[in-house]
């Protein structure tokens, strides 16, 4: 099976391509038709309304319902890793190129209805529009990457010939695993981690954030088009504590693939870690967590580029992003400078209703993080020098871009994963004293550095310890087989999602070994496929 070499998926052009806004305004407009539906759990292929129920909301209007969900419970938890346990013995066994093609087709869906489902992301996760647009292109590109990745694991592996032996390593799946997807890219992440166990041979419950069930539901409904086997995939929307512990814990699952923040996804590590009766493997835990991710700005920067970058990194989607910037580092000698270009750049950005195409800013997720964005604020006053932010207005969850100035290195909003749009900045009286910095939390995602210093941006790569450094450029947008994304320390397991090792992961090695015997195969010779 021959595939044309991967390419990224082109992002739309709302302001200068008059198609692409026509599109998102249909495509708007359709999906506002369909808020409100009820949508049933599915377990091999059976739908199933259960008693209790919960809404997910628009979080820039959230009177408005977007989806009406059965709540599962420990039962239904149970069923569904049977059920996918028991899919995983034909699937395993499915030829790699039929799983290849069934990612193609789920591509070839996304793709065709990009529009709607980043419509969809608009209402349900307050993403403006390209902001959503990029979250779809992302997701169609795991799909077509891990599709063109399965062949080259599939074939035997090369070994080095052993003189009368005939050996061959293979790839084999892992069994029922549990994807537990995060709100803040509901499509791509989940897209990601679903397809990447799909097409290895594994089966999954998807168990979706409750902030973001409907997107989530849209993908799975893509699955099933593309021609997905009943219980390959089971949709399974409902309670993190009850039925995530339960599906985390149970015997048969074999593999967790998380992101989230730091503190669930340690929990599921721990749970995970504990056999229950009747395990018989050690579980796989593929964890994205959070981060505190810096830029640092060198006294030899471009400031005006570095005014961008940190920017665009720390309020793109309001700063829900793990890896958003939430401190920038910066050198005494243009930090005057920079705070004073910042404050005019994060003074242009609208807040506003996501559904306006001229919206650069949308609500936070919900009222309950809104509520402890803004007691970081108010920490942060205390801790350091408001120079511009504070509370939106309106009826949905907004918070204006905020900047707090000179901020200790060990304080609070400089420690914290804030999750919103709270940038921390941090004087520093040279580039060796910005390293230390910049190394100085628990967590170790993303990075950033300005510099016109070869020297100084040699030292970087070599000492700033994250999974991901950016040289003058923002520390967010990671793009599927350029940019491998995972992060170190407390950010993780560092999977590298996009990268070429990232479907070992969901795979375990197999070796076999076979001698030979003169007449079957010349001395020194061995098969190498």
Known sequence: MQLSDFKNEPL????????????????????????????????????IKAAEKFASTNPAAPEQVVGVFSKANKELAERAVRAADEAFKTWSCTPAETRVNLLLRTAAILRERKFYYAAWMVYEVGKTWPEADADVAEAIDFAEFYAREMLRYAPPQPLTPVPGERNHLRYVPLGAGIIIPPWNFPLAILTGMATASIVTGNTVILKPSSDSPTIARKFFDALEEAGLPKGVANFLPGPGGAVG?????HPRTRFVAFTGSKEVGLHINELAAKPAPGQIWIKRVIAEMGGKDSILVDGEADVDAAVEGVAVSSFGYQGQKCSACSRAIVVEGVYDEFLEKLKRRVERIRTADPRE???????????????????????????????????????????????IADVPPKATIAQEEIFGPVLAVIRVKDFDEGLEVANNTEYGLTGSV????????????????????????????????????????????????????????????????????????????????
């Open 450 to 529: 300005y510099s016109k210093s070869r020297a100084h941006l040699d030292r970087a790569a070599a000492e700033f310890h994250v999974g991901n450094l950016y040289f003058n450029r923002k520390c967010t947008g990671a793009f599927v087989g350029g940019h491998p994304f995972g992060g170190f320390n407390m950010s993780g397991t560092d999977s590298k999602a996009g990268g070429r090792d990232y479907l070992l992961l969901f795979l375990q090695a197999k070796a076999l070994s076979e001698k030979v015997t003169e007449s079957a195969e010349p001395a020194g010779r061995a098969a190498s496929n």
């Open 12 to 47: 739309s052009n709302f302001k200068q391509n008059p198609a692409h806004r026509e599109a998102m305004e249909e495509a708007l407009g359709t999906v506002k038709n369909e808020l409100g539906r009820e949508y049933e759990i599915v377990i091999a292929g059976d739908r």
């Open 357 to 403: 195409p001229e919206s650069d800013m949308g609500p936070v997720i919900n009222a309950s993080a809104r509520k402890q964005i803004m007691s970081y604020i108010e920490t942060g006053k205390k801790e350091g020098r408001l120079l511009t932010g504070g509370a939106g207005s309106g009826p949905g969850h907004f918070i204006e871009p905020t900047v």
């Open 245 to 249: 512990d339960t599906l985390v814990a």
